[in-house]
């Protein structure tokens, strides 16, 4: 079954397309990795996902209420000088179900504890989130996830600048999601933990470059072409022009 059906979508800003005539899936339940050249369109695609970008042309079928969807954007689109606390960012998982001046009862309180723990923050809850380092805010952000209890969870490079210990503990959430039945869409740029860890992975260069199993996406062929793709794509195109490539990866 699928959960989303992307049917012919080009995505971009002030009408310079990003991601260009897309068409695909997404199954319900599914471990999918995007990868991806720089400006191949990553996070512009999360973005339309989780309905924050409108598309150009074209549409994504099967699109999910709000309330379904966890999203967690680029840690630099984050404005860490905000004057909040670990605890009051986590909670703030639960806002969709309270409201955003809802109260919050015991068992909230409990789930909130319960959320900090399980990404090894205790004891923090009280710490401004501008005092945290990369890993810590990570971890927080995680934590705030796990209280949305979301049907889809979308990730924008989620291990960007943490530890290898805390990029373990992360990815041991992902996959207890993934055990859930939920599914987890991630923009990753590391491809031996896309290879070792998602069993599906979208190879994106402004277009789909491959869309399959992990191992046949990501094969060298694949990977350099989807390279070329993006240093020949004009930026100047219009929205509705596709550019063709042939096996050479030139553009037509």
């Known amino acids: 079954m699928n959960l ?7 995505l971009g800003y002030d009408r310079h397309p990003a991601v260009h005539h897309l068409g695909g899936a ?6 999918l ?24 042309s074209g549409a994504i079928l099967g699109a999910l209420p709000r309330r379904d969807i ?3 954007p680029q840690a630099a689109e984050l404005d860490r000088s905000f004057p909040i606390d670990v605890y009051d960012l986590v909670a703030m998982g639960l806002w969709r179900r309270t409201g955003l001046f809802g109260g919050v009862s015991r068992a909230d309180r409990t789930r909130i504890a319960d959320a900090i ?29 796990l209280l949305q209890d979301a049907r889809l969870i979308l990730l924008d490079e989620p291990f960007t600048a943490v530890d290898a210990g805390t990029s373990a503990d992360l990815l041991a959430l992902i ?16 491809m031996d933990l896309v290879r070792h860890h998602f069993p599906r992975t979208l190879l994106l260069a402004r277009e789909e470059v491959a869309w399959c199993d992990t191992r046949e996406a990501l094969t060298p062929e694949n990977l350099s072409r989807a390279r070329r ?19 050479t990866g030139v553009a037509a």
């Not at 989303?4 to 080009?10: A, C, G, I, N, P």
């Not at 997404?26 to 471990?31: I, P, S």
């Not at 205790?122 to 945290?132: C, K, V």
Request: proline share 4%.
């Open 33 to 56: 990795a995007v990868c991806g050249p720089n400006g191949a369109g990553k996070s512009t695609l999360l973005k339309a996902i989780a309905g924050v970008l409108s598309p150009l």
């Open 117 to 145: 723990a399980a990404v090894g923050l205790a004891g923090f809850e009280a710490r401004p989130i501008g005092t945290l380092s990369g890993g810590q805010m990570q971890r927080a952000l995680f934590a705030r996830l």
């Open 175 to 190: 996959q207890r999601w993934h055990s859930e039945g939920r599914t987890v869409v991630a923009v990753l740029h590391d």
């Open 4 to 10: 989303l059906t992307f049917r012919d979508l080009t």
């Open 26 to 31: 997404v199954a319900d339940g599914d471990l």
């Open 229 to 247: 793709m993006c240093e020949a794509w004009d930026e100047r195109a219009e929205a509705c022009a596709a550019p063709k490539f042939h096996g």
């Open 70 to 72: 966890a999203y967690l």
